[in-house]
């Protein structure tokens, strides 16, 4: 058997109280919660807040009927930002005589052509997307969007 010695101490081991101990713990436990809400802050904010990929056009259907192009630069459950927006201009063309019911003409018109000239950036209340469709680099729509723009 080891003699006892007055401090209680068992043999291999430095005296510690159990104050200490539970205070390295708490401290531990408050630094892994830190830790975890940075990480959750920091993912909320990347799929909600940061800019869609640079170049990506999509496609917003409203529920008035309406379809706007554009780039998502930010969406949350509130609402969607569009930049570089356009929508589909229908013209009805006359008859020739030959034809009976003539093609109607479609067009991409940017928001900044109309008449009251706003920015080229429209915030659409999310109550009114029915959906949004992501629009792939061979759509003839995204090369027309891409033609105009480098005008």
Do not use: C
């Not at 209680?8 to 101990?21: H, K, L, V």
């Not at 969406?75 to 013209?91: A, F, M, T």
């Not at 706003?118 to 999310?126: A, F, G, T």
Request: glycine share 6%.
């Amino acid at each position: 058997m080891y003699p006892m010695s007055e401090t209680n101490e068992t043999p291999g081991r430095t005296s510690q109280s159990p104050a200490s101990g539970g205070r390295k713990g708490r401290v531990l436990l408050v630094l892994g919660i830190v830790i975890l809400l940075i990480v959750v802050v920091v993912l909320v904010f990347t799929v909600f807040f940061l800019p869609s990929a640079k170049g990506a056009w999509y496609a917003v259907f409203l529920t008035n009927g309406r379809t706007y192009f554009g780039h998502i630069v930010k969406q949350n459950s509130e609402e969607v930002l569009l930049r570089d927006v356009y929508y589909i201009q229908v013209q009805q063309l006359e008859p020739t005589e030959e034809e009976e019911q003539p093609q109607p003409q479609l067009s991409l018109v940017s928001i900044t052509d109309e008449l009251h000239a706003p920015e080229s950036e429209m915030r659409i209340n999310r109550e009114h997307v029915l959906f949004i469709e992501k629009l792939q680099g061979s759509s003839q729509v995204v090369a027309t969007l891409e033609q105009q723009l480098a005008q």
